[in-house]
DNA sequence: CGCCAGTTTGACCAAGATCAACGCAAGTGG
DNA sequence: CCACTTGCGTTGATCTTGGTCAAACTGGCG
């Protein structure tokens, strides 16, 4: 039971324009867009560091600069559950109730933009395009979430790790090449298995070489079509 | 394979069910939510009817007046997942792409109304309250659809079915005695479980006295503490 | 070099799935 | 009205997947 978080991130103050990702990707509502930038703190977070811990105040949404974040929760028995991994352009941290259910830590170095949430209410009533960028940025989410009940509820580990790696490549660089900057346990706790399990299915894909292990933060892709046929078979990649 | 009944329904069906009126409850934007009224059409469909089918256009979105709806998903080789259970006041069919993932099919006899996506894209854009209102109803699926993940990824079997009997305690009426509108294999379907094994736990709660089954569609919370428990061990109640 | 964190592998175990049979109440047709 | 069917639900016996426990391996670093 090794699990331990390291010290606290630090700020980098300054408010950056760093562009990349989901709302801004599909915008063409530069205004808006703008004037959100103008409401954003841009920070920086070490690895494992907290950005917002489970009971807080969900004053503020997030959107990764560059990095990757993990939305975590702890259980008392010391089971961990991963909800989300989060890359670049991704959002995190929107949420309804005043209190933060999951945490979010820092999976490597991790930079984001902060926006306070009740700056961004009354953007959004100004800007109904907004809005809709927001809510479709939700409904995103949503779906994912969907896709990945599904896998928890009724996919095989090997199915699950399969449709993992496919998802990994499909958000991350499209390149037999991949890595992950995540450990295995928070695969395993991302994907609701044990650590020893995912070794052993990595292993055995090793084996039958569908994919290669040069180091374990770097998995290269050999024989995509055939992690596609064992995903297919439990319904599809969840994402 | 539905009936419509009359052109309009009225929000003040029921007010009431603690969970139910994701959008009415919170409302107090009655002009906005008159003008959603009347872009609505009443329907009717009966038990296991499909509302829609996955693949179909999602052209419209949904909010149930009377009755359960299932939102579930077939898999090639027979397994199936259950996404949601809808009752009174619940919004579903709300979706991003412009094809259906999951199918809705009706538990029991249900009267829902439903919204063409189109017109109330345009009501959004007039009304900023009604936008918020909608992205809360998706933010708060959501958080429960986060709940469902926690609880498929990292609980056990007995604690899926003491978090699934508490949830109905909340989200029907808040009474001993609980109506399940539901099968047993939609439960099983539902937690991630096969039938057996739900007919198995719930025989070791009637055992151990935590609850009664008159009949199979009732079951009496004889020690909601002895459930909450359970369930307690696991993080918690999904949603 | 030895230590430490993370990863991998093996031996064994148990939760839950699968397979099979039976119960039971609501139709259905003779 | 009574056999017969049909669709759930329940229970038991057995098997499999993935979890648990334990030990070995690896690469980085003081």
Chains 1, 2 share one sequence.
Not at 142 to 168: D, Y
Not at 202 to 229: G, M, Q, T, Y
Request: proline content about 2%.
């Amino acid at each position: 039971m090794y699990r331990q978080i390291s010290n606290n991130g630090h700020w980098s103050g300054q408010a950056g324009a760093a562009y990349s990702g989901a709302i801004v990707a599909q915008s063409g509502h530069l205004d808006a867009l703008v004037a959100l930038e103008r409401i954003g703190t841009r920070l920086s977070f070490a690895r494992n560091a907290e950005i917002y811990a489970e009971g807080g105040d969900s004053d503020y949404w997030y959107k990764v600069v560059s990095g990757s974040v993990r939305i975590c929760k702890l259980l008392a028995d010391g089971r961990r559950h991963i909800a989300e991994f989060c890359f670049s352009g991704d959002c995190f941290g929107l949420e309804n109730g005043s209190e933060r259910i999951y945490s979010a830590e820092a999976v490597d170095e991790v930079i984001i933009m902060r926006y306070r949430r009740s700056a961004t209410e009354q953007m959004v009533d100004q800007h109904p395009s907004l809005a809709r960028l927001l809510r479709d940025t939700v409904l995103r989410e949503l779906s994912n979430a969907h896709g990945r009940m599904l896998m928890l509820g009724r996919m095989t580990a090997p199915e699950r790790v399969a449709a993992f790696l496919l998802q990994m490549y499909e958000r991350r660089a499209r390149t037999k090449v991949l890595d992950l900057p995540m450990s295995r346990i928070d695969i395993a706790d991302y994907l609701g298995l044990t650590i020893e399990t995912v070794c052993r299915i990595l292993s055995a894909f090793k084996r039958e070489e569908v994919i290669a292990i040069p180091n374990p933060h770097r998995i290269e892709l050999l024989d995509r079509c055939a992690l596609e046929a064992i995903n297919e078979a439990g319904g599809g990649a969840a994402i």
